[in-house]
């Protein structure tokens, strides 16, 4: 199974600042990866798909590329609904894994 | 409103077996693939299970496969997963999601786009 590997597995914030969080697979899966955001004791939601290309309806702050190996989700001027855990999850086979998780706090 | 609605979730004993229910609304439900997500306490996502839309195809994780199966009635919009021998590994909130498949190129992305709000299996004796 593919494994992917996020990093880091969490970091302090404040609103306003930029935050990059990375995945990277144990192997290429070209741009198969999505990102999910998941607020506490909640579902997780569709951010990103095809590694760089916003689900609909999901602000323009939030951003993501890489392909291959090294994947990037950015978000750009945190708000404070922003601060939740990010898990990326590769699309190439099966089966379907998530990273660890990044849980972005409040500093 | 689209919408899916899990049930099922109870305590088990370890060995016992149990059956998640997952009923759809507000959308074509025969259309989608339908997927099985389960998070443990304090953990990240796992992937489970996915069923292809007319419940011919069936995938599995491996440390599931021959215990748990994944299924649907598409005349009653639900999606099951029947889950056997049940260990305290498997103790998680289980959640049903959309399995949507967006064309960009020549390449399928399989995305999880609606997601129901879970149901909570313990097993524990």
């Known amino acids: 199974a593919i494994q992917m590997t996020q990093s880091p597995s969490s970091l302090s914030a404040s609103v306003g600042d930029r935050v990059t969080i990375t995945c990277r697979a144990s192997?290429?899966?070209?741009?198969?990866l999505g990102w999910y955001q998941q607020r506490p004791g909640k579902a997780p939601k569709l951010l990103i798909y095809?590694?760089?290309t916003l689900h609909n309806g999901v602000p323009s702050r939030f951003s993501g590329s890489g392909s291959d190996t090294d994947f990037t989700l950015t978000i750009s001027g945190l708000q404070t609904e922003d601060f939740a855990t990010y898990y990326c999850l590769h699309d190439y086979d099966y089966p379907r894994t998530f990273g660890q998780g990044t849980k972005v706090e409040v500093k | 409103e689209e919408q899916l609605v899990e049930s099922g979730g109870d305590l088990v004993r370890p060995g016992g077996s149990l059956t998640l229910s997952c009923t759809a609304s507000?959308?074509?439900?025969?259309?989608?693939?339908m997927t099985w997500v389960r998070q443990a306490p304090g953990k990240g996502l796992e992937w489970v299970a996915n069923v292809h839309g007319d419940g011919t195809v069936k995938r599995y994780l491996d440390s599931v496969k021959g215990r748990f199966t994944i299924s649907r009635d598409n005349a009653k919009k639900s999606l099951y997963l029947q889950m056997n021998s049940l260990g305290a590994e498997d103790t998680a909130i289980y959640y049903c999601?959309?399995?949507?498949?967006?064309?960009?190129?020549?390449?399928?992305?399989?995305?999880?786009?609606?997601w129901g709000q879970g149901t909570v299996v313990t097993v524990s004796s």
């Open positions: 507000g959308f074509s439900f025969s259309s989608y693939w």
């Open positions: 999601a959309r399995d949507l498949d967006i064309k960009m190129g020549e390449i399928f992305y399989d995305v999880f786009d609606l």
């Open positions: 192997q290429g899966i070209r741009n198969e």
């Open positions: 095809g590694a760089s």
